[in-house]
């Protein structure tokens, strides 16, 4: 099936409902759009911008009625692909009691292209050599509408990372919204993508909607907020070991994990035993951690990374050089999160042109 273009997202967010997914898009929340579930698509954050730089955020208002007019807020799909807290087993009564991991039918509307390459960098993660069934689960109940971006946000650098701004693969349904007159083009990524747009009441795309999404694309490479020349990323970084500037981004870093939790790809987690106040039954979560807190690596009882600089230092060298050993590419998609939502404005692109 080839492109077409539709005047509303209301048929589609109806289709995708219609055959048993809950449509989580974007939505203005706490003062940020945050990705929530959506009935309908006057709920999309219509005439809404915003203005993103080092340790900030705030709404804008837009002068039209654009509805992905914005850049990627704080969350990701991660939260539906490894989920914040999962339990795995409980215990009542001396006795296991299997816990089923929840792999709900979601379709996640308005994806951005490194958003789909960080699903694709934990695809690798948890698909590759160690699969993780629950996982696997989770994915293939996950149905992908991504949106090529028309306004990358101040600490964004998709373009320097090669996954944006225009989605090209890992996509189920790709839209590019069109001004003047306001339309989505939309193209279909997949056999079910296809085929939830038979439901949908268009016209087929002419040669003037495509050049105007070419140029949509085209046009966001060059308003990217931030870049970073990553050329011999994976040689100059990890010989970098001994340069001062760890010493000074650790007399700003809080080792608050704002940047792993808002990050994309990073998946790392721990697992806790909790019981209740009786003491007969108890239970056994995974939950995110993050490599910046202290006892992440004890050993015993020692921390393997016990000052910020060492904890600075191994994240950033793993997420931009030694993951390219593990699993063969970049841990970083450039989205640009960990700069923006840094409560000291730490900024990795600026780190990484000083430290090379
Ligand atoms: S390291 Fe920062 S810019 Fe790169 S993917 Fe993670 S949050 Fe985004
Ligand atoms: S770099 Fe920023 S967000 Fe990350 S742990 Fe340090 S202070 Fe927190």
Aim: charged share 25%; with cysteine.
């Amino acid at each position: 099936m080839d492109a077409l273009v539709t005047p509303s997202l209301e048929p589609l967010i109806e289709a995708l409902r219609s055959v048993g997914y809950t449509v989580v898009g974007p939505t203005v929340k706490d003062g940020a759009v945050r990705m929530a579930e959506i009935w309908s698509a006057e709920e999309l954050p219509a005439g809404v911008g915003d203005a993103q730089e080092p340790g900030g955020y705030r709404l804008t208002e837009r002068d039209d009625d654009m509805v992905f007019g914005f850049a990627a807020g704080p969350d990701s799909a991660k939260r539906y692909t490894q989920p914040p807290r999962q339990t795995l087993f409980r215990m009542r009564d001396q006795e296991i009691e299997e816990v089923e991991p929840e792999a709900p039918r979601v379709a996640l509307l308005g994806v951005r292209a490194c958003d789909l390459a960080a699903i694709a960098v934990q695809d690798r993660v948890f698909l590759g050599r160690h699969p993780d069934s629950a996982y696997r689960r989770r994915r293939e109940a996950l149905f992908l509408v991504a949106v090529n971006c028309a306004v990358p946000g101040g600490t964004c650098f998709c373009a320097s990372m090669g996954t944006g701004p225009k989605a090209t693969a890992g996509f189920d349904l790709a839209i590019t919204e069109l001004a003047a007159p306001h339309r989505f083009l939309i193209e279909p990524g997949s056999e079910r993508g296809a085929q939830i747009l038979t439901a949908i009441p268009h016209r087929a795309a002419e040669e003037d909607d495509l050049a105007a999404a070419q140029e949509v694309s085209r046009t966001a490479a060059t308003r990217m907020g931030r870049q970073v020349d990553t050329t011999g990323i994976q040689d100059w970084l990890p010989a970098a070991h001994d340069h001062p500037r760890w010493t000074d981004v650790a007399s700003r870093c809080l080792s608050c994990t704002n940047c792993t939790m808002a990050c994309p790809t990073c998946f790392c987690s721990t697992v806790e035993d909790i019981t209740d106040l009786s003491g007969d039954v108890a239970e056994r979560s995974e939950r995110w951690d993050s490599c910046f807190t202290l006892d992440f690596t004890e050993l015993g009882g020692t921390p393997v990374r016990g000052s910020a600089l060492a904890r600075y230092r191994q994240w950033l060298t793993h997420k931009f050089a030694t993951w390219y050993d593990q699993f063969g590419v970049s841990g970083c998609v450039g989205c640009g999160r960990c700069i923006t939502w840094c409560p000291t404005g730490i900024d990795v692109t600026e780190e990484l042109s000083c430290i090379r």
